[in-house]
C-alpha cells in the first residue's frame, strides 16, 4: 500500500478533526532505533489533499482543482506540505503544553494565528440557516488556514482534558475521551487494543504452558 492509499484507508479515531490531523504520523512514540518506527502519512502534497478530502476540510471538486495545480507547480506544492506537517506538530506542542502545566510555546502560538488571519472562510446567512463561505480553493494553501481553524477550535473547546494518548506502547495517537469514566484506553479495539489483548492471550498461554513441563 503506497502512501495515498494509507492516507485514504486511515481510520478516524481522534473523535476531532484536529486530532485526526495529529494522527497522520503513525508509530510517533516509537524509539528511532525500534524496528517499525515513526511513519509520516503526509509526505507530500497529494497527501495532504486526499487526507482533507476524506475528512471534509476540502470538498472534491477544491481538492481536484488543488492537485491540478500542484502539478503545475510542484516545488510550491510541497513548500506546503511542509507548511501542514509543521502546523500539525506545532498544535501538537501547544496541547501538551496545557497538558503539561506549561505555558504554550510562544513561537508555536504565533504559527497558528499566522493561519488563522489569512482564513478566507466568512459566515453567510440563508433562507437554508448559516453557512461557510468563501473564495473558490484556487491557492495551494488554501487548505492550511482550514487546518488551523480545526486546531484553534479544539484548543478553545475546553475539552483538553479529555485529550488522552493511546495505552498501546510506541502508538503515540490521540483521542478524545467521551466515555463516561474517562477509560478508554486505546486509540482502536481493532487496532492496539487488539493487540494488547493477543498480547495478554500469549503470555497467558506461555505461562500455562510453563506450568505442563
Given at each position: ?64 482543482r ?7 507547480r ?39 494565528n ?100
Amino acid at each position: 500500500m503506497d502512501a495515498l492509499e494509507r492516507i485514504i484507508s486511515l481510520g478516524r479515531v481522534g473523535g476531532h478533526p484536529a486530532l485526526d490531523l495529529i494522527n497522520t504520523v503513525d508509530w510517533r512514540d516509537r524509539p528511532i532505533t525500534q524496528p517499525g518506527a515513526a511513519e509520516e502519512l503526509l509526505p507530500d502534497y497529494a497527501c495532504l489533499l486526499a487526507w482533507c478530502r476524506e475528512g471534509g476540510v476540502l470538498e472534491a471538486a477544491e481538492a481536484r482543482r488543488l492537485e491540478a495545480l500542484g502539478r503545475s507547480r510542484p516545488e510550491a506544492a510541497e513548500a506546503v506540505a511542509a507548511a501542514a506537517r509543521s502546523l500539525r506538530e506545532a498544535l501538537l506542542r501547544l496541547i501538551r503544553a496545557v497538558q503539561a502545566g506549561q505555558a504554550p510555546p510562544r513561537e508555536k502560538l504565533a504559527e497558528l494565528n499566522q493561519w488563522l488571519q489569512r482564513d478566507p472562510l466568512r459566515l453567510r446567512a440563508d433562507q437554508a440557516g448559516f453557512a461557510w463561505t468563501g473564495g473558490p480553493a484556487d491557492d495551494l494553501e488554501a487548505p492550511l488556514p482550514r487546518l488551523a481553524r480545526l486546531g484553534a477550535e479544539l484548543l478553545t473547546s475546553g475539552k483538553l482534558d479529555r485529550v488522552q494518548c493511546c495505552g498501546g506502547p510506541g502508538c503515540g495517537w490521540l483521542f478524545l475521551d467521551t466515555s463516561p469514566n474517562r477509560r478508554r484506553r486505546w486509540c482502536s479495539m481493532e487496532g492496539c487494543g487488539n493487540r494488547a489483548k493477543a498480547k495478554r492471550h500469549y503470555i497467558k498461554e506461555k505461562q500455562l504452558n510453563k506450568k505442563k513441563l
